[in-house]
Each structure stands twice: as C-alpha cells, then as structure tokens.
C-alpha cells in the first residue's frame, strides 16, 4: 500500500542554520503531497504542498520539490528561527476524498 | 473562516466513564476525519466519513470506541468506558469536496487524560 516514509528525528540546529527533512513516498500514480507542521500544543496546520512533478511548494521560507524520479519532497529551509521548533509531518494525498496517509513526524528543536 | 471547531479542548475523567467528544467540520467540506496521537503510537487515523456516511473505521481500536455523523455540520466520537491507555490527542480534520488535492484542515485538538 501507500506509504510515507521521512527521517527519524529528533533534530536539532542552531539558529540561521540549514535545514533539510528527508521524506520519500511509495504510491500508485502521481500524489498530491504536503508538509504539515505541528507546533507545541496545537493541531497540524499545512505548510507547503505540491500537486504534480517538478512543482515547488513554499511558505515562510520552507521549501520543498516534487520530485518524481526519486519519489522524494525533502523539506529544506535555509536559515531556521527558535521560532521554527515544532514536529514537521510528511504526507500524500490519494484520490477523491481518501485520507492522507503521513509519515511519522519529525521534531524540530532550534536553539539559539 | 472559523476552521474545524472541537470541544472540549481538555477533558479529564476516570477510568469507566463515558467520553464524548465533538467535532464541526468547516462549513462545505463533505469529509470528516477523526485522529489520535500519542507519543507511543503517532498519529493514527481512527475513521472517516464521506457525505456522512462511515467509509472506513478500521482504525477504531476495539468496541469501546464509537462515531457519529448525524449531519454535514457535526461528529462525535464516544469512548465507553474509557481506560487510561486511551489518554491521548485527538484530532477532527475535514477536507472540501474532490478536487482541491485532498488538503486535509486540523483542528486544534481534545487533550484527553482518562485516570
């Protein structure tokens, strides 16, 4: 079946440091994916998402590409903030209205 | 826009009690989904309704869970009797009609601590 597969964390960088999440997908056909992010205390929010090969998602410095040949949508960020700290979820999305299916979570921590 | 309302957002209770817990979905969206997160297990997907209508509930744990979807506008899921194991997270998130790439709306949670 379907699944998602990102890096185990947790991580944790400096502040202005570079950020990379790895995450890979297995799926039939070509799905919708999308970065979730989590903040302390509160419900998943989306972050970026990408609908077809070779699109950018971005939002508030986050970057992520689909890509198809390496069935991956790493997360990149180049300068993260304290204020980035939060468990970042990879997902794909399947046809019509089916649940996303997610990867396990990877926890962010920054320090200043 | 209001998101997808739940309540209550804490809810503390003994073991063999009965828990509800409820959940709006954002007005137009036709499929609701129920979550629980711990941080043993993740999140798992409990059940999901489309139009409705329960498509899939194989993610419910046992017996003792139950959910509802009396109308497009509200969802309940039950827990009776409740045990300490069911201490966790639990989100309602709905998604708009196909066609909008399946982005899934959260929200912000039940925190649920059975003693």
């Known amino acids: 079946g379907n699944s998602v597969t990102q890096m185990e964390g947790p991580v944790t960088l400096s502040e202005e440091a570079f950020l990379t999440i790895n995450c890979t997908y297995t799926?039939?056909?070509?799905?919708?994916l999308f970065w979730y992010v989590q903040y302390p205390g509160e419900g998943l929010q989306l972050l970026l998402k990408a609908t077809k090969a070779d699109d950018k998602g971005s939002n508030k410095g986050f970057e992520a590409t689909y890509r198809k040949e390496t069935t991956s949508f790493h997360l990149e960020k180049g300068s993260v903030q304290v204020s980035d700290s939060a468990v970042y979820f990879c997902a794909q999305g399947g046809s019509g209205n089916t649940p996303l299916v997610f990867g396990k979570g990877t926890r962010l921590s920054v320090i200043a | 826009d209001a998101g997808v309302i739940q309540s209550p957002r804490h809810e503390v209770t003994e073991m063999g009690q009965e828990v509800t817990l409820r959940c709006k979905p954002i007005s137009g969206h036709n499929s609701l989904f129920w979550y629980r997160q711990t941080m043993m297990r993740g999140l798992e997907l409990l059940i999901y309704f489309n139009n409705n209508v329960p498509i899939d509930d194989s993610g419910m744990p046992e017996d003792r869970f139950s959910a509802k979807m009396p109308n497009a506008s509200f969802s309940t899921l039950k827990i009776q009797p409740s045990e300490p194991r069911d201490s966790a997270v639990y989100f309602c998130?709905?998604?708009?009609?196909?066609?909008?790439?399946?982005?899934?709306?959260f929200g912000p949670g039940t925190r649920l601590t059975v003693l």
């Open positions: 799926a039939t056909g070509y799905p919708s």
């Open positions: 998130a709905s998604t708009p009609p196909s066609g909008h790439d399946n982005e899934q709306f």
